[in-house]
């Protein structure tokens, strides 16, 4: 017998059909004798649709209203899963972020779990053999005393950390593929599905645009060692073998990988913005007066590129925001103009970062070369690059973004045979 964390996301709880199919996997475990508690998600779209209420409301509202308004998707999975639950004859109850509580920072909508109190969802396992249905993605902050949202895709943290709070033995991320793959399957269909990848990998993956988990989820997960399996929700119940290994990947310390390869995956992300500040002058203190008005007005910067000047008096400046925060990171240079002393502020916002990623690139030379080199065979212009221990990321137009992504995935021999 063993204590499980169930993740089901938005896909997998859209309808009640769906809720239905979810409430016989979770039957499926406690049958077999485990004690479970499941994370869910809201809705396919709600959270969307719930977002959009909000900025329709006022483009300036509340985050604590927001967070209110938003966690709501969340509190209605939870409920029709315990009643899902129950008709099936099994004990459930549903919890929202407060009743546990989870607790959290005060940052609303963004808001990092702190601490979570385990011990009332332990004893009604022992007690009662009692299912605990917990609406994912929100908590309480003691400070104001109101409810928190942990950031889009925050599910899969609220996931690993209750399964770390109660000490479970693994935590399933349940969703609408079936593990963790080379690179988004939905855009290259010959990704190949990775039995098992490290929790540094599977990090830089998460925070380069893969969104199959919430990055924090996987941070939790490394500092916790607490083992993520990522698997499909579409599998009929019955057709799985419960003492076979199911389909999925395994999200594991470095020390559990069998076989590496230098390349584990390609992410990518087209929510980027570049923006360039040209002809600066050359001078000790020009970078710091345009990166510390930028991180005042809390934008993330991510990719920079300075040119050497050739005349050693002017130089250009190039990086990279969020693309959400392109409006207000242009209106932050050109308020500090006088400050920084440029000619000319120039942005784009079709363009997109593809980041290659792989923890055996720490003892690989040549990696990116040739990427470089495959890229500019299709005509494929990089505007930007920076790198890292076991990644690197180009800056490339949109448009190229699916045949940048095949055409590394298939120079890195990572497609599927
Ligand atoms: P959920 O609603 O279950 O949380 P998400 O939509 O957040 O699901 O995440 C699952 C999606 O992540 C998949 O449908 C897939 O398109 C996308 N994805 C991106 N990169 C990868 C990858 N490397 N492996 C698997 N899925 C990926
Ligand atoms: N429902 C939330 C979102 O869409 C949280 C999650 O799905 O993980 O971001
Ligand atoms: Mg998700």
Not at 62 to 78: K, N
Not at 215 to 238: K, W, Y
Not at 302 to 331: C, W, Y
């Amino acid at each position: 017998m063993s204590r499980l964390v169930m993740k089901f996301g938005g896909t997998s709880v859209a309808n009640l059909d769906r809720i239905r199919n979810v409430a016989r996997h979770v039957k499926r475990e406690v049958d077999a004798g485990h004690d479970v508690a499941v994370v869910v998600s809201a809705m396919a779209g709600k959270t969307n649709e719930l977002v959009a209420w909000c900025r329709d409301a006022s483009s300036m509202h509340d985050a604590r209203e927001y967070d209110a308004v938003v966690a709501s998707g969340e509190q209605i999975t939870s409920g029709l899963l315990a009643i899902a639950l129950q008709a099936l004859g099994i004990q459930a109850r549903s919890w929202q972020g407060w009743q546990i509580p989870i607790r959290t920072s005060d940052a609303h909508a963004s808001a990092r779990i702190l601490e979570i109190d385990g011990s009332e969802l332990i004893s009604r396992f022992t007690e009662r053999k009692e299912v605990a249905v917990i609406a994912g993605f929100q908590g309480i902050s003691p400070q104001t005393g109101r409810i928190t949202t942990l950031g889009r895709g925050g599910s899969d943290t609220s996931a690993v950390a209750i399964a770390a709070a109660i000490r479970a033995d693994r935590c399933d991320i349940y969703t609408d593929v079936d593990g963790v793959y080379t690179t988004d399957p939905r855009v290259v269909p010959k990704a190949r599905r990775l039995d098992r990848i490290a929790f540094e990998d599977m990090l830089e993956l998460a925070s380069q645009g893969a969104k199959v988990l919430q990055v924090r989820s996987v941070e939790l997960g490394m500092t916790q060692n607490m083992p993520i399996f990522v698997r499909s929700s579409f599998d009929a119940p019955e057709d799985i073998d419960p003492h076979g290994t199911p389909p999925g990947t395994l999200i594991c310390g470095e020390e559990d990988i069998m076989e590496s390869h230098v390349v584990t995956g390609i992410a990518f992300s087209k929510d980027e913005a570049q923006i360039s500040v040209r002809q600066i002058e050359d001078k000790p203190g020009v970078a710091a007066s345009i990166f510390v008005p930028l991180a005042d007005a809390n934008i993330n910067v991510d990719m920079i590129v300075q040119n050497v000047s050739e005349d050693g008096k002017t130089t250009d400046l190039t990086f990279t925001v969020p693309a959400s925060d392109h409006a207000r990171a242009r209106e932050t240079i050109t308020r500090a103009k006088d400050m920084i002393g440029y000619a000319r502020l120039d942005s784009a916002t079709d363009v997109a970062k593809i980041s290659v990623i792989g923890s055996g690139m720490r003892s690989h030379a040549g990696v990116a070369a040739q990427a470089f080199k495959a890229l500019s065979d299709k005509g494929i212009n990089i505007r930007a690059i920076t790198t890292s221990e076991i990644k690197f990321s180009l800056l490339i137009d949109t448009a190229y973004t699916e045949l940048a992504v095949r055409t590394l995935h298939t120079l890195y021999g990572l497609d599927q045979t």
